[in-house]
């Protein structure tokens, strides 16, 4: 336990939007983010969408006197555009690609090929073992039908199951970055209920920043109003999370966030806002005389957590029916191209049975049809070993989704009857984590 | 802290060789593998190549009255063959899927269908938190050279992190699977070094089974006896790995192996031995006042760990300058098939400038050429997208080892000059793992 405590820590959170040729005004923005990190010193940066190395190295040099200490998570064909900064020796590092994410053939989203994950370092602040988490989930083109919503369920399940089995020997653990959800969507209370991390917008004593905490607003130039207009001019997306431990205790002290236009610069840092938070990190009181209304409480929070599970369950469900019968039609269309490939075969051998007779099929059109079917079966070949695999990753996630309510329900069986059945409305940001850590 | 001190836990694993239409008996071998494990009753049984979903289902079934709780493990095409049957129940499962494994294109080999992985269990055995993995590494399909050897370091590499990062909270961890090493081979060496795990064939203070804990042997007749004769008549490739935590001290009574023909049956299990060990977890003696001895002994240790994972850093660096050249060649067979699409279609464009003249192309030929190019170029395409994220993973890889080595020469800096220097040849296995973890 270090002697300096309380300890203040401050974390920046930002998705760069580092799209070459597609983001606008990328090297600028680059050069203005790296003026604001070394300006503000914070002790952790997380950024997203770094999805070029030259940029990420482009930073390191300019951060080298503040921030001595960085790691690039790479994966994926682009990589996973997750980079962090620190002022802090990072003493270890840790990448978990996410299973699934997106579909190669949508390559006008391409979700697919950034390798989206959660990464984390391990930092040692003041004698703290400090777990920091830097994610990126798969984004959300359209709210209502959303076909990424299993993908994007999976990766906030996963994510909260690396976090939970990663930081049991945390004594503080943040995670930043862009979920790609909003603020009540599944996946955010998936991910709140069952690790206990808090929001920092909800916990923060003091807040300076865009109404309701939106990162996404229509006052940024680089968005697109029309999409934000039906959430009321601005949606909320990237987030900072904290939990302490059994011997740390946190608490925000102040949240803030970019407002679109800088004053001073021709324009904003990214497509998203920024988010600048600081901890304060203090000796725990001991928690261990529960009363038994807190009991009470915990019993409410695993109910609540036990109808969270099964609503992303049904989610992935609906998921896994889709890449069942996309699974099927690729191997229904493969069927199809390998009997006209037969087909044409039979026809063309004719000839050589009827000897004599003039050939049935004009060669051109021979080996293009031809060409066409070895194209189909082969496509069909790659869709159907893509759902196959997509198919066993819905199904992965459901079993263990299966199991964590069972396992959930047994504990609250040791709860007496009548002390939570009902009462499931609480928040969730106010869950503790230490009843419903692995192994408790 | 349980009461009922020492606790005694029974580990079997066995690689089931389940591959339908290629495996011999599966069927019969199946049966019998329930028999033994419905018999022997072990606490905990890790299996390895399940490839068929019904298998485990047939399994479950006959093995509901011993083993009430079970696990399969889905990932890739196929799945990853692993599952767990368990006396005790399982509060949760994770799943960490190998960034890197083989070749799709390799498809006799099959590697990558099968989305190799590492599987983690929770247990609860007595009020102690018993973290239970189970996995199997890439095949070896040639020893010298061993193409696949950077693969297998990189599974080795995300192998120790899994279970590092996310053992932290455990009193036991027991980790079983076939992962196609031999003892002294660099993937298990940095296993072993850097989560502090114990060997149960090092350590059993009983044995029973074949020489040298071999698990692939001439004697099984489902083996190749020519590719085991170099090695003396067998391999030891299957292991059971444990340890223990601050306050449980674990040791292993017994290791026995089957040792190919089984007595009364017409063949053996599988074409790899089933591996059966008793393990004893004893409240622990508090290592807190340690000696210098003990300290210097820490530093030897590091200094091994540096070179162990310095020794995988250039084993990795071999496998991505050959990835690379891969991607180069894929990218320079893709742009000579473009080119020769546009020299096609420029042929075949003259007669349009140069009217009134004879087609120059016969149209098959045409058409036959055309189709070439286009699956020259989708291939190339394919490949290159591949052998892209093949080179990001393996330095991402390299990335997180390099970081590794920073920090423990940090703190190798801590000890003083000359306790560590030229002392570096001490037993792996004999590694301290308290000093090792994450956040120390």
């Given at each position: 336990m270090p002697a300096e405590m309380?300890?203040?820590?401050?974390?920046?959170?930002?998705?760069?939007?580092?799209?070459?040729?597609?983001?606008?005004?990328?090297?600028?923005?680059?050069?203005?983010?790296?003026?604001?990190?070394s300006k503000e010193q914070h002790d952790v940066a997380l950024l997203q969408e770094v999805w070029s190395e030259k940029d990420f190295h482009f930073l390191k040099k300019k951060l080298g006197g503040t921030h001595p200490y960085s790691h690039y998570f790479k994966s994926g064909f682009f990589g996973s555009g997750l980079a962090v900064f620190s002022k802090h020796r990072i003493h270890d590092a840790f990448l978990y690609k996410y299973t699934l994410n997106g579909y190669p053939y949508m390559a006008h989203h391409g979700d697919w090929f950034g390798g989206k994950a959660v990464g984390k370092v391990l930092l040692n602040i003041s004698g703290l073992a400090v777990h920091v988490f830097v994610t990126h989930?798969?984004?959300?083109?359209?709210?209502?039908?959303?076909?990424?919503?299993?993908?994007?369920?999976?990766?906030?399940?996963?994510?909260?199951?690396?976090?939970?089995?990663?930081?049991?020997?945390?004594?503080?653990?943040?995670?930043?970055?862009?979920?790609?959800?909003?603020?009540?969507?599944?996946?955010?209370?998936?991910?709140?209920?069952?690790?206990?991390?808090?929001?920092?917008?909800?916990?923060?004593?003091s807040f300076d920043g865009c109404e309701q905490g939106f990162t996404h607003i229509t006052a940024n130039p680089f968005t697109h109003e029309q999409e934000l207009i039906p959430f009321g001019g601005g949606i909320r997306i990237d987030y900072v999370f904290f939990k302490g431990s059994k011997s740390v205790d946190v608490s925000c002290e102040s949240l803030s966030t970019t407002k679109g236009p800088v004053p001073g610069q021709p324009f904003p840092y990214s497509d998203h806002e920024a988010l600048s938070t600081e901890l304060v990190l203090h000796p725990s009181e001991d928690g261990k005389g529960r009363s038994n209304q807190e009991k009470d409480s915990t019993a409410d929070k695993l109910s609540e957590l036990v109808n969270i599970v099964t609503e992303a369950r049904t989610e992935v469900k609906v998921g896994l029916h889709c890449a069942e019968r996309m699974r099927y039609t690729a191997a229904r269309t493969g069927i199809m191209g390998l009997a006209l490939l037969l087909l044409e075969l039979a026809i063309a051998a004719v000839?050589?049975?009827?000897?004599?007779?003039?050939?049935?099929?004009?060669?051109?059109?021979?080996?293009?049809?031809?060409a066409l079917c070895f194209a189909i079966l082969f496509c069909t070949t790659l869709l159907y070993i893509f759902y196959g695999m997509e198919v066993k990753a819905l199904q992965g996630a459901e079993d263990q989704m299966r199991l964590a309510v069972g396992s959930l329900q047994e504990r609250l069986k040791a709860f007496p009857k009548g002390t939570y059945e009902g009462r499931s409305q609480t928040e969730p940001d106010s869950c503790d984590p230490a009843t419903l850590e692995p192994g408790d």
């Open positions: 309380p300890v203040r820590l401050r974390v920046f959170s930002l998705n760069c939007w580092g799209i070459h040729y597609l983001s606008k005004h990328c090297a600028q923005r680059y050069a203005m983010i790296g003026d604001l990190l989930l798969h984004a959300e083109y359209c709210r209502e039908p959303d076909s990424y919503l299993p993908h994007r369920v999976v990766q906030a399940w996963e994510l909260q199951n690396f976090i939970r089995h990663t930081s049991a020997g945390a004594d503080v653990v943040i995670l930043g970055g862009d979920l790609n959800m909003h603020p009540t969507d599944l996946g955010i209370r998936l991910l709140q209920s069952y690790t206990g991390l808090k929001d920092c917008y909800n916990e923060t004593a000839p050589c049975f009827a000897l004599g007779t003039e050939h049935p099929f004009p060669k051109a059109s021979f080996y293009l049809l031809g």
